[in-house]
């Protein structure tokens, strides 16, 4: 790993910390102190949903079972995200001593770290360092010589279905079976992997945890909006100077932050990735936070000269391809949305069949069984939205001009 290992700091993820010190507070802490702490610091979960933490791990901790599993969602597949494969890359000891806290609080004495598919290459160098905390007893039996604080982490290599970052489509994964999501209740927390109680949580929570058992949850708490506490890591891609990621406080605006990758002549931002949503240059005063404009952190600047229906139709065709096909909304929504988005490419739409379109989506929305078929529509409505005037006026203004 010390080959990839740049010089970076920040103000709450990317601030220093040396591997194993989590685990050493975890000493002197009972799970109760660790949950405190948690709900103090107001982290929620940086996967995309924004659930509580402390919630998540209260509730697994209070299952009854005979095992449980913590699991870290690696998958990372939502377009433009890339901030956590830089923690695994540059910064494992994060991770690896959050899944620790974590496997501590919620009573499992096994993490999984699901690994998206094409980071393959991450495996050999993770297992290697997970090979080195067992020789500091960091994992194994008896921790740092506590009696009964045993935890094992092990690797789960994906196959490159967005689908399968879906917790629940990911424990099906995990057991062997196609990744499709689960109906929902009964929740992973209750009945999860092997049916038991099973704590899905992403791999910028863990890091934040790992921080927070160290500095304490007020310190995080100052951090950000008194809706969105903390700071988040944000992958920027796109037309700009300085694309990458960057760790900013909850509450910065789109504004700001593009001033910071210094982005010119810039046109749209889809904030969220593909299901993500995307805004005009009017909106750009709007902040980065659960109260106005949340986000798992994919951040993709589009210039003045982009077609903002090819954008469009580029998303369309990627849900199209990772809906599991699973409920008719998605996977015949996704494809009736496509179909629109053709038409309008070549000038033979009406207003009234896109607006019929956009109902379907909102249908979607609330008829999809999993996040993704809520969620595919949000390019097309918010795309067509706030982009009319150039997408609606490309040909003679629709067939009938209706
Ligand atoms: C289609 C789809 C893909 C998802 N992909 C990811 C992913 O790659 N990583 C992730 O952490 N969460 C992903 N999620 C959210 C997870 O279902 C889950 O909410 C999250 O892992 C919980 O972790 P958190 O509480 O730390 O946010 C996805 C959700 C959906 C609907
Ligand atoms: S919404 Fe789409 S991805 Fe989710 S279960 Fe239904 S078909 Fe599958």
């Known amino acids: ?27 002197s802490m009972s799970r109760e102190d660790v949950l405190f702490e948690l709900k103090d610091s107001k982290l929620k979960g940086r996967g995309g949903a924004g659930f509580p933490t402390s919630t998540k791990w209260m509730l697994t901790a209070a299952a009854k ?53 094409e980071y393959e290459y991450l ?18 039996k008896n921790i740092l010589g506590k009696e009964g604080f045993d935890f094992d982490i092990e690797i789960f290599l994906g196959s490159g279905a967005y689908v399968c970052g879906e917790e629940t489509a990911l424990i099906e994964s995990l057991e062997g079976h196609r990744g499709e999501p689960r109906n929902r209740p009964p929740y992973p927390i209750n009945t999860g992997f092997l049916g038991r109680p099973t704590s899905v949580n992403n791999v910028e929570t863990l890091a934040a945890v790992t921080h927070i058992v160290i500095k304490g949850g007020k310190w995080f708490s100052e951090f950000g909006t008194s809706q969105s506490s903390g700071s988040k890591l944000f992958s920027v891609s796109g037309d700009c100077e300085k694309p990458g990621v960057y760790e900013l406080p909850w509450g910065t605006k789109v504004s700001e932050l593009l001033k910071i990758v210094e982005a010119k002549n810039t046109k749209a931002v889809q904030i969220g990735g593909a299901s993500g949503h995307c805004i005009p240059k009017s909106q750009f005063g709007r902040a980065l936070a659960y109260e106005d404009i949340p986000t ?19 998303f369309m065709e990627f849900f199209l391809d990772e809906s599991c096909g699973q409920c008719t909304p998605c996977r015949i929504g996704n494809h009736k949305l496509l179909e629109g988005v053709e038409m309008i490419e070549r000038n033979e739409y009406t207003f009234a069949h896109i607006n019929k379109l956009k109902d379907l989506g909102r249908t979607m929305q609330v008829a999809s069984k999993c996040g993704l078929g809520q969620s595919s529509p949000n390019p097309f409505i918010s795309i067509l939205e706030n982009f009319k005037d150039e997408i609606f006026t490309r040909g003679n203004g629709g067939r009938n001009g209706k």
């Open 65 to 117: 079972a005979d095992r449980k599993f913590l699991v870290c969602n690696a998958d990372e597949g939502e377009p433009g995200t890339f901030k956590d494969r830089v923690l695994l890359i540059e910064f494992p000891e994060l991770v690896f001593d959050g899944m620790v806290v974590g496997g501590y609080t919620v009573g499992a004495q096994l993490g999984i770290v699901y690994l998206r598919g």
């Open 123 to 140: 495996l050999k160098p993770l297992e290697d360092y997970l090979a080195e905390m067992r020789k500091d007893n960091l994992l194994g």
């Open 1 to 27: 790993m010390e080959n990839h290992k740049k010089k970076r700091t920040g103000p709450v993820i990317f601030s220093q910390y040396k591997r194993g010190d989590a685990i050493k507070k975890l000493l």
């Open 296 to 314: 798992g952190g994919s951040i993709m600047i589009f210039d003045e000269s982009r077609d903002m229906l090819h954008v469009l139709k580029n």
